[in-house]
């Protein structure tokens, strides 16, 4: 399973950016799919999750602000992110649980990170 985020760039603050992330390669199903964001000199640290049944929860940090949703049928999901702080400046990586077959554990699959800058 490959995951390929794309959308990140340079945004003032308030400003609004949209990022996606879309997974392909061969596999049986994508189940929750998530975004992380690695601020530099921090730890990654969770920001909002789609389960396949479209339940969504976010950090504190960023309820009111993103919104996460999915489009299941192409195994892509999206990242909304309103009023945007420079504190929300990160690498933001997208992840997902996918099962490669029938039966097979539910494993956990990174994408390569996208930059987003939120300047003051």
């Known amino acids: 399973v490959q995951l390929q985020a794309s959308g990140g760039g340079f945004v003032q603050a308030g400003g609004s950016l949209g990022l996606s992330c879309a997974a392909s390669g061969t596999f049986f199903s994508v189940h929750t799919m998530a975004w992380y964001r690695q601020a530099p000199g921090n730890e990654r640290e969770f920001v909002a999750h789609s389960t396949s049944a479209h339940s969504t929860n976010y950090a504190d940090s960023v309820k009111g602000r993103f919104t996460i949703s999915r489009d299941s049928a192409k195994n892509t999901v999206y990242l909304q992110m309103n009023s945007l702080k420079p504190e929300d400046t990160a690498v933001y990586y997208c992840?997902?649980?996918?099962?490669?077959?029938?039966?097979?554990?539910?494993?956990?699959?990174w994408g390569k990170g996208t930059l987003v800058t939120v300047s003051s």
């Open positions: 992840n997902a649980g996918a099962q490669r077959f029938p039966g097979d554990y539910i494993l956990t699959y």
